[in-house]
T-cell receptor, first 112, second 114 residues
Framework: QKEVEQNSGPLSVPEGAIASLNCTYS??????FFWYRQYSGKSPELIMF????GDKEDGRFTAQLNKASQYVSLLIRDSQPSDSATYLC????????????FGTGTRLLVSP | KAGVTQTPRYLIKTRGQQVTLSCSPI?????VSWYQQTPGQGLQFLFE???????NKGNFPGRFSGRQFSNSRSEMNVSTLELGDSALYLC?????????????FGSGTQLSVL
């Protein structure tokens, strides 16, 4: 079992819809979670991070964390074609070391 | 504030050669991590440095090594290159190590081994 799992997609949504991206993790020692957006040929760009159970909102983005279920999600409201990218979920182990464990990413396609 | 800077941007080498990649973290950031990204394996952790010390290492062979200098700049070296080493190598920096610290990535070095 991979430490961080994501559906590879593609997830296709029409412009203006809500895109829901999901991620599960196996290690309960993971304390912090990050969502990165990666456009083709570019490096990952941090868009959201969440440390505590519950929801965290930032503009059109909402991250959700449920540590009991070991589940992380990212909601993108009012999806735009420019949101089309691969979204990487990553967990940071509570080892005192900066080791991010990444999922393989979900490709999101927003159609006009 | 300048972001994480990686050089070179592209590199072409042949099997058996060695390569050195460079990373300058965001000003003030003291922790530097390296990741390898391939289409098949995704992003995989190589190692992390803080205060010139390697604090954690991923599951890569000893051909992969790195170091960090007193100004927090870091280099990674891959010796005896193999075809499978072709990948995007990403450097990330954070202020200090810690579970609440965010990592910021550079643009990466695309290494092609022929």
């Amino acid at each position: 079992q991979k430490e961080v799992e994501q559906n590879s997609g593609p997830l296709s949504v029409p412009e203006g819809a809500i895109a829901s991206l999901n991620c599960t993790y196996s290690d309960r020692g993971s304390q912090s979670f990050f969502w990165y957006r990666q456009y083709s040929g570019k490096s990952p760009e941090l868009i959201m991070f969440i440390y505590s159970n519950g929801d965290k909102e930032d503009g059109r983005f909402t991250a959700q964390l449920n540590k009991a279920s070991q589940y992380v999600s990212l909601l993108i409201r009012d999806s735009q074609p420019s949101d089309s990218a691969t979204y990487l979920c990553a967990g940071l182990m509570n080892t005192g070391f900066q080791k991010l464990v990444f999922g393989t990413g979900t490709r999101l396609l927003v159609s006009p | 504030k300048a972001g994480v800077t990686q050089t070179p941007r592209y590199l072409i080498k042949t099997r058996g050669q060695q390569v050195t990649l460079s990373c300058s973290p965001i000003s003030g950031h003291r922790s530097v991590s390296w990741y390898q990204q391939t289409p098949g394996q995704g992003l995989q952790f190589l190692f992390e440095y803080f205060s010139e010390t390697q604090r954690n290492k991923g599951n890569f062979p000893g051909r992969f090594s790195g170091r960090q200098f007193s100004n927090s700049r870091s280099e990674m070296n891959v010796s005896t290159l193999e075809l499978g080493d072709s990948a995007l190598y990403l450097c990330a920096s954070s202020l200090v190590p810690g579970i609440n610290e965010k990592l910021f990535f550079g643009s990466g070095t695309q290494l092609s081994v022929l």
